[in-house]
Nanobody, 115 residues
Framework: VQLQASGGGLVQPGGSLRLSCAAS????????MGWYRQAPGKQRDLVAD???????NYADSVKGRFTVSRDNAKNTVYLQMNNLKPEDTAVYYC??????????WGQGTLVTVSS
């Protein structure tokens, strides 16, 4: 199983980034996919997830700014991040989960929001 995250980088406040996470070795369409983030010195927190049926869930801090989506044909989950703020700076991890099965994690991609 491999989850390959990409798309992180340095962006100015108010800017946008799109993260991608390509999965292999799992039945992608059967999994809830999502993103957590971890800022320096803080715990890892849920950012957003999308269930296999397409329903989504967001942390209050990103509602209205971030959009999670999935392409089952490409085995890829995305996180579109708009109006980025310095407090969004973190390492972003994608994951794949399903009941009665292990949760798999990607390697993380760093997002830095700074002027």
């Amino acid at each position: 199983v491999q989850l390959q995250a990409s798309g992180g980088g340095l962006v100015q406040p108010g800017g946008s980034l799109r993260l991608s996470c390509a999965a292999s070795g799992i039945i992608f369409s059967d999994r809830t996919m999502g993103w957590y983030r971890q800022a320096p010195g803080k715990q890892r927190d849920l950012v957003a997830d999308i269930a296999r049926g397409g329903s989504t869930n967001y942390a209050d801090s990103v509602k209205g700014r971030f959009t999670v989506s999935r392409d089952n044909a490409k085995n890829t989950v995305y996180l579109q991040m708009n109006n980025l703020k310095p407090e969004d700076t973190a390492v972003y991890y994608c994951y794949a989960k399903r009941r009665f099965a292990p949760t798999y994690w990607g390697q993380g991609t760093l997002v830095t929001v700074s002027s």
